[in-house]
């Protein structure tokens, strides 16, 4: 994996983890919260932050994280088309394996533990690379048609000015005209 083209890369080498796991909090640059915003196709991402426990659990060979992310960032109201700034924090947990062994294990799964094994994320060459698996989830829990708060679609006064307009009046006055 190219760790240069991600916008918040955090490589963890799973194997230097201690057995009882490990809290790490991590804090995005200017730059990095630069792109993250280019990525997600906002204006604006001035916080992104993220704290992790991370526990592997040697018997399974797995790594289990919980996460929040922290981030204010400006999004565009889908209504009034204004920015507004968020404040946000999302959580998300997720497993995961080494890359090679990914198809045994889901192999061995019944059908109800595979539903529950969809969001296994892959150890590239012993790294799960925590600000990649971040920023991804950030993408996923942005609100893809955020509405500045406050803001509200009126339908009644849209209505109303729509039953003013006549679409079929200018063809009316040129029937009268033939």
């Known amino acids: 994996m190219n760790h240069n083209n991600l916008e918040f890369s955090r490589p963890i ?48 060979k797995i790594l289990h994280l919980t996460v929040k992310i922290r981030a204010r960032y400006i999004q565009i109201c889908v209504l009034s088309l204004e920015p507004f700034e968020q404040n946000s924090e999302f959580n998300f ?53 955020p509405k500045k708060p406050g803001v509200s679609l009126n339908l009644t006064e849209a209505t109303a000015d729509a039953d003013k307009i006549k679409p079929f009046s200018a063809l009316k006055s040129l029937k009268n005209n033939i």
């Open 13 to 60: 080498a799973v194997a230097d983890l201690p057995e009882r796991g490990k809290v790490m909090n991590m804090h995005a640059t200017n730059e990095e919260c630069a792109a993250i915003a280019k990525r997600a196709l906002i204006p604006n991402v001035s916080k992104f932050e993220l704290d992790a426990e991370l526990k592997y659990l040697p018997q399974s």
């Open 93 to 145: 947990e997720s497993e995961c394996l080494d890359a090679e062994q990914i198809h045994d294990y889901m192999a061995n799964l019944d059908a109800e533990d595979e539903l529950s094994q969809d969001g296994l994320e892959p150890i590239i060459n012993g790294h799960l690379d925590l600000g990649e698996l971040a920023v991804q989830n950030f993408l996923v829990l942005l609100d893809p048609y």
